[in-house]
Structures are given as structure tokens and as C-alpha cells.
DNA sequence: GTCTATAGGAAGATAGAC
DNA sequence: GTCTATCTTCCTATAGAC
């Protein structure tokens, strides 16, 4: 065993984030964080100068990382376009918990359009996921336009998926968007 | 001309609502509330005992009456099946500014499911909603079960162009969502 | 790099005058 | 019914010891 060591980063980038996705951004205290991450307040100040702030930019540009490993890289990768969707649908319910938890991207972003010190990030992360989905779609040989509105579509029904499922009580919605994520794109029955 | 009068409750509730709407529900504060309305902390309490939170519920439960006056009533109406919807989203056009403001049942509800105060009430309007949705279709001869999945497709999808709205900066997303929807809604272009 | 202690202010909420 | 003034609690953030 090497020396007793402090929390891995990743480890309390994990925990930062669980702690946003479960309360939100403006209810999570640092108080909070603190006790989640078992650092104190000062040690808190000490990794992240920017405080609160700089922590959710952190969590953010790490979940934008995790996406785009798990998820876009994966979209891009090899099989066919179907089974790179099914490789998707999978990381995806595994990145939500299942439906269980909401999305950073929708709780981090001002209710108001184009505000908040979040904006910019959160927008090249939609474009990115919307390019990725758009790609793999062209592969299937579906044309550039229906390919782009296909993509967006998909987008649109995995955030309102969330949003419902939160709203109705139950992680169903959530898991029937990801079953026809297939056919959104396709528009039929993969496999 | 009557007598000098206070704020009238139809305006305070408007712009009660406007507040949560346009920072969210924790980062509305009380002081920001209290100058909204033009009413001192205490008169707010005075009208409100249980605070910040019987005033969302309020907020919540004239935002649904909103909702049922002005979309599930004209979706239930004369007309159509297709003119009905196309009534609905002139009025989610409007009930939304446009794609502009976001959707109070997504910034009340919290991120974990099933929880927070108003997880009922919320639950309960988009029941209503995905109900009357379902019952327009129903109209137009679509059988119960395809009627179902659709409805709550839409309700996903017109949550989902809102929260996309915020994420890419634009209510391009939204606008096209509402254009769509006759589309989504009953299979073909209505009109 | 982590801690205790605390500053300084904003939060929600109430008392009591008018 | 609205106000001023105030209370208490919680917040973010920092100072300084170890």
C-alpha cells in the first residue's frame, strides 16, 4: 500500500456531481457538498478558488467528457449504425441511472434563454450530441436534412423524456424513449 | 373612478409567476419577489403565510387552471380534430412566450423523482394534459392505445424543445416542435 | 492540503406600529 | 393590508494554524 492518499479527483468530481443532479444547482450549499464529499468548506475553497461556481463548470465540462466518451466516440465507432444506436441507448440509460436522475444540462441552464455562466458549455454539448446522432444517421444513408431534424428530434425526446419522467412519477417514459430511440432515427425497427 | 386599490390578485400571481419562471424556484428569493411585486416582505406574508412555498403552489396551481382554460378546453371543444390542435398550439405559443419562458413544471419539480412539494400537482397536470391530448385523437378514430403513446410523445416533445430551447440559445427548437404537432400527432400534415 | 474559526451578508420569517 | 425593524438561520467566502 502506498501512502495514505485524499480523495481521487474523480472520486469527488463523481460526488460533486451527484449532488447538483439531486438538488440543483442554486439548492446545493456548500454545506452540502462539503458533508457529500467529506472535504470541509475551506478545502472545498482550496481545490476550486471559483467556489460553487467553478465546481458545477468542473462537473459540467467532466460530464461533457463522459458523454462524449461513452456515447458520441461510440456513435462514431464501428457496426453498423443500428448497433451503434443499441451501444448508445444502453450508455445513455446507464449515464441517467435509468431515468432516475435529471439532466445536468437541463438543471445548470438558466430558465431564461441565452443567461447564466453555464450557457456557452451547455450549448456546444447539445451541438455536439446533435452532431454525433446526425453522423451515424448519414452513415445509414439518410439525407443530410432528415438526418439533422431526425437528430434533434431525438434530443428533444430524451430531455422531455426526463422531464415527463420526473413530472409523472416513474422512470417508464424514460425507458420507452430509449426502446424507440431506433425507430426515431431509422424509422423502423432496429433489428 | 373607485377607491385607490392594492395590487390585484390576478396581476401579483403573474408576476409571482414570472419570477419563478425566470430565475427558477430556489434562486427566487424573497427580497426579489418583494420588489417584483412592488409588495414589502411582510405583505407578502401577510397574503402568503406559508412563504415562498404556498406562493409556487399558487403560482403552480393558476399556471394549471392556465393551462385547462386555454389548451385541454379548446382541445376538447368544437372543430376538428386537426383545428382543435391547431387552437392548442397557438395557445402553447403563447402560454410559453414564444419558447422564451420556460416550463414551471420542469423548474418545480425536483431532480429526484418523485419528491419535492409539489411532485403531486405536477404529476396531476400532465396527466391532464397527456389525457386531453389522447382524447383529440381518439376523436379522430386513432385507436386508445397508438392515441396514448402519442400523446405523451408530444408532451415529451414540447418539453423537450423548451429545455433544448435553453440549451442551443434559440426557440427555433420550440417553434418547430408546435409546427410539427398536428404531424406527430395525427400521423399526417393537418391542412 | 486539510482543518477550525469566523467574518460578513443574504436568506426566510415575525413583531408590532399605522 | 402595508409598512419598518428585527430575529435567526444559513449562506458564501476567507484567515490562519497545523
New interface residues.
Given amino acids: 500500500m502506498g501512502r495514505p492518499v485524499s480523495i481521487e479527483t474523480v472520486d469527488l468530481m463523481c460526488i460533486l456531481s451527484n449532488v447538483f443532479?439531486?438538488?440543483?444547482y442554486?439548492?446545493a450549499s456548500l454545506a452540502m457538498l462539503s458533508e457529500a464529499t467529506g472535504l470541509k468548506k475551506a478545502s472545498l475553497y482550496h481545490r476550486f478558488p471559483g467556489g460553487k461556481e467553478q465546481m458545477a463548470h468542473e462537473v459540467l465540462s467532466g460530464a461533457g467528457a463522459l458523454l462524449s466518451e461513452n456515447v458520441l466516440v461510440p456513435l462514431q465507432g464501428d457496426g453498423s449504425p443500428e448497433e451503434r444506436v443499441r451501444v448508445m441507448t444502453r450508455r445513455l440509460g446507464e449515464f441517467y441511472s435509468g431515468?432516475?436522475?435529471?439532466?445536468l444540462?437541463?438543471?445548470l441552464?438558466?430558465?431564461?434563454?441565452?443567461q447564466g455562466p453555464f450557457?456557452k458549455e451547455?450549448?456546444s454539448?447539445?451541438?455536439a450530441l446533435i452532431d454525433s446522432l446526425k453522423g451515424v444517421m448519414i452513415d445509414a444513408e439518410i439525407p443530410d436534412k432528415i438526418a439533422l431534424a431526425r437528430a434533434?428530434?431525438a434530443?428533444?425526446?430524451?430531455?422531455?423524456?426526463l422531464?415527463?419522467?420526473?413530472?409523472?412519477?416513474?422512470?417508464r417514459?424514460f425507458k420507452e424513449?430509449l426502446k424507440n430511440m431506433s425507430v426515431e432515427l431509422f424509422g423502423a425497427v432496429g433489428e
Same sequence: chains 1, 2.
Avoid: H
Fill in positions: 443532479r439531486d438538488v440543483g442554486e439548492a431515468g432516475k436522475q435529471a439532466c444540462l437541463n438543471l441552464a438558466s430558465p431564461l434563454i441565452n450557457a451547455i450549448k454539448i447539445f451541438r434533434e428530434r434530443v428533444m425526446l430524451l430531455q422531455g423524456s422531464v415527463l419522467s420526473r413530472g409523472l412519477g416513474t422512470t417514459p424513449c
